[in-house]
């Protein structure tokens, strides 16, 4: 909603507005780019323009979309999803998203998987076995294992802490 209403207020109309991606009608002028861009970085957005960038917005969208808006309770192929969705070989896109980003799809991933059970264990609403199930893990096991690599205690040491060392989704 903010980045529509900026691009309102600078006067440039979108055929779409959705998480990361903005579709527009027309080319706008470099002095309206400007305006949206000031505006935006203001918000704390920035305008990606890059094409190697902008498939690594598209990446992490993705997982994004996939780890925190939407059931993911039967296990899917990564690899085979991105690979779908951004037209791409999954091999140009993984060693695009390494020398970029400095970490592995895999690994991303991952973070973002284990940001949203840690989400899910402070709304203390499912059991970790449920959890487990709806976040694709084969097991309880695989998915303690993997929590305890990634933040280096248990599920239910987490669960156990007051502040809940949650990261922001920008921050992984």
């Known amino acids: 909603m903010a980045v529509a209403t900026e691009l309102e207020k600078v006067g440039i109309a979108p055929l779409s507005v959705e ?3 903005i579709t ?3 080319n706008p002028g470099t002095e309206q780019l400007d305006q949206l861009e000031k505006s935006l ?8 323009d890059n094409q ?16 925190h808006h939407t059931d993911v309770s039967t296990p899917l ?16 896109l993984s060693n695009l998203f390494s020398a970029v980003e400095g970490t592995t799809i ?13 989400e899910l264990l402070v709304y203390n609403e499912l059991s970790l076995s449920e959890i487990a199930y709806q976040m ?12 305890k690599q990634v933040t280096g205690m248990t599920p239910s040491q987490f669960k156990g802490l007051q502040g809940h060392d949650r990261k922001n989704i920008d921050d992984l």
């Open 77 to 92: 192929k990564l690899s085979a999803i991105l690979a779908d969705h951004l037209n791409h070989d999954y091999s140009y």
């Open 136 to 147: 694709g893990y084969s097991s309880v096991a695989y998915l303690s294992a993997q929590f």
């Open 52 to 67: 190697k960038s902008r498939l690594i917005e598209q990446i992490k969208t993705q997982i994004i979309k996939l780890v």
């Open 24 to 26: 527009l009608k027309d």
């Open 106 to 118: 895999e690994k991303y991933y991952i973070a973002q998987k284990i940001e949203r059970v840690k």
């Open 19 to 21: 998480l990361g991606e």
């Open 41 to 48: 970085n203001g918000l704390g957005f920035e305008i990606i």
